[in-house]
């Protein structure tokens, strides 16, 4: 599912708002970080807060090159939440938690500057 696109490709082609629409970015809290075990490339399991109406849920991240399981509960971060869920070792991974890659291809995690409401979405 990790999609490594070309960094020095121009822009996608276009698209109209509804399909922008169709991608629900929400943001949550990170409750918790745990190694995900026997997975092929470094992961974590993150749980995920995105409040009342989104709920808690799970995400299979890639991010052990910038980040520690402890240093990331607290965490602000933003996932589309209309994927399927996708089984990811053991766990079902039910959000697509999003990132940048770093100049060497390390993920940095895609994260609001500022407090907003859990589950606000993104426009």
Do not use: C
């Not at 970015?25 to 989104?54: C, M, N, Q, S, W």
């Not at 994927?83 to 053991?90: A, D």
């Not at 766990?91 to 606000?120: C, H, K, N, Q, Y």
């Amino acid at each position: 599912m990790h999609l490594v696109p070309d960094q020095q490709a121009g822009a996608a082609e276009w698209i109209n708002f509804a399909q922008f629409l169709a991608v629900d970015i929400r943001v949550g809290k990170l409750l918790a970080a745990e190694p995900l075990r026997h997975a092929r490339k470094p992961a974590y399991v993150l749980t995920i807060d995105f409040g009342d109406i989104i709920g808690v849920k799970k995400s299979s991240a890639q991010i052990t090159e910038h980040y520690t399981p402890e240093e990331l509960p607290g965490r602000l971060v933003a996932a589309v939440v209309n994927l399927p869920p996708r089984q990811i070792g053991k766990i079902m991974s039910e959000v697509l938690t999003l990132g940048f890659p770093d100049a060497s291809g390390a993920v940095v995690l895609f994260t609001p500057d500022r407090e907003v409401p859990l589950g606000s979405r993104l426009f």
